[in-house]
């Protein structure tokens, strides 16, 4: 193929084995996309390409990745803004009929559509680094590490110390858009074939701000564009490592003073309009019935 068909905030260059997507920088261009500069994907990490009529004169081109293929929309799992989407090219309505003829040659060269048993989509690379509500994530390439916060840090965090995860010892990555109430990023331990129960390990994972193996966002804290990039060069390697069971790692009940930190943080997000008045009661209600 050879050819690029540009559109508003990329541009796809479609090539005879992949796509390279070149992402424009730019005011309004999506700090995801900025971040991510740009991206090659190889034909065999698609599943489908759809077009369809999109806003105020536009359609909308979108290829469609194989589950396992790409390592950003696996951390992403679905959270992700229509808008931000990486694999979704916005064009004007005149370039349907050139949009369409691209869709058809690249669904001829798709010729599988199930699970991937590998990443095929490069990520990031390391070193990478974010600041969370609780402390500053980093990543080397090797191992993560989290260091917490004078000001954020739950007590229990404090107690456990600075934390370093080697990636040999992790058996998944669990992020939470940090556009939603509660986001965070955790990162899960590895098992050795036997069950939760028979490694001494608890079915039900610790609150984030409690768990010294996750640090949790707040408002300007662990951005997407920053976090789920963060999340998705981690996830890269822990899978390549080979499968496990991942499972978390329990930590002791809240006491009253990390609730009290909870609510207050709660109140801040209601304040800013990010929390509904009956999210916040419900939440703040929550958050009081475990003292």
Sequence with gaps: MGDVLAGFHA??????????????????????????????????????????????????LRAEPRPGADPLMDAADGQ??????????VLPAEREALA??????????????????HHLVPVPEAPLQFKAYDGKASFDGTAVRFRWSWTGASSAKWKAGDQSFPVGELGGVEWRSPEVFEGHLRLLRRTAGSSQEAAGQS?????????????VFGLGYGPVHESLPFAAAVLAPVRAAGPATP?????????????????RHLGELHQAGLVTDEEFSVKKAELLAEL
């Design 11 to 60: 541009a796809w260059e479609f090539e005879s084995d992949s796509v390279l997507i070149r992402y424009e920088r730019g005011i309004r261009t999506p700090k995801l996309f900025q971040a991510l500069g740009e991206r090659r994907v190889p034909m065999a990490a698609l599943a489908g390409v759809t077009l369809s009529p999109g806003r105020r004169g536009t359609v909308v």
């Design 80 to 89: 992700l803004k229509e808008g931000c989407d990486p694999y979704r090219l």
């Design 100 to 117: 369409e003829r691209y869709a058809g040659e690249l669904r001829t060269r798709i010729t599988e559509t199930g699970p991937a048993d």
């Design 203 to 215: 079915a039900q994972p610790p609150q984030p701000d409690q768990d010294p193996a996750a640090v």
């Design 247 to 263: 499972v978390p790692v329990p930590v002791p009940r809240r006491d009253p003073a990390d609730i009290a930190d909870r609510i």
